[in-house]
């Protein structure tokens, strides 16, 4: 069953597990951020992280576990993400987005600031559809899927 929960601090030995799992690590942020973890049948599978800097709501450090990639835990935890971000009244959402993951995020909205790494995504520019519209063969939710045909 996959499961989730907030957290907030540094060294949270679950993050800590994912990040380096995936070659990545704390940063200054960390300790004033709020840090999301997916876990299924109560193992820590993937996590993310929102901080507030600026006037700006940020998403950051998203990590899935190898082995749990490609089954929906990334479209999961942004969504998460996104929702509580909006829940503490942000206005838009700022994340650093690679060359590889930048089609991941406009799928939710996001829109690439004047051609850098960043991207942003705003209550007007959200898009949240209710189906995944992808093969539930490998979901390891299929079988509590709320958005089955």
Same mark, same amino acid.
């Given at each position: 069953?996959?499961?989730?929960s907030?957290?907030?601090?540094?060294?949270?030995?679950e993050?800590?597990?994912?990040r380096?799992?995936?070659?990545?690590?704390?940063? !200054?942020? +960390?300790?004033?951020?709020?840090? *999301? /973890?997916?876990?299924?049948? =109560?193992?820590?599978?993937?996590?993310?992280? #929102?901080?507030?800097?600026?006037?700006?709501?940020?998403?950051?450090?998203?990590?899935?576990?190898?082995?749990?990639?490609?089954?929906? !835990?990334? +479209?999961?935890?942004?969504?998460? *993400? /996104?929702?509580?971000?909006? =829940?503490?009244?942000?206005?838009?959402?700022? #994340?650093?987005?690679?060359?590889?993951?930048?089609?991941?995020?406009?799928?939710?909205?996001?829109?690439?600031?004047?051609?850098?790494?960043?991207?942003?995504?705003?209550?007007?520019? *959200? /898009?949240?559809?209710?189906?995944?519209?992808?093969?539930?063969?490998?979901? #390891?939710?299929?079988?509590?899927?709320?958005?089955?045909?």
């Open positions: 069953m996959i499961t989730s907030w957290k907030f601090g540094l060294n949270i030995d993050i800590d597990f994912i380096k799992s995936n070659n990545d690590s704390w940063d !200054i942020f +960390d300790e004033k951020s709020i840090h *999301l /973890i997916i876990y299924n049948d =109560n193992s820590p599978v993937g996590c993310g992280s #929102i901080y507030f800097d600026q006037d700006n709501y940020h998403i950051a450090h998203l990590n899935v576990l190898p082995e749990f990639q490609k089954q929906y !835990i990334g +479209d999961l935890m942004i969504r998460l *993400l /996104i929702v509580k971000c909006f =829940n503490m009244m942000a206005e838009k959402i700022i #994340i650093n987005a690679s060359a590889l993951t930048k089609d991941f995020f406009k799928k939710y909205g996001f829109k690439e600031i004047c051609g850098s790494d960043l991207m942003e995504v705003t209550a007007k520019t *959200l /898009i949240m559809n209710s189906k995944c519209g992808h093969d539930c063969s490998q979901c #390891i939710n299929k079988e509590n899927c709320v958005s089955k045909n």
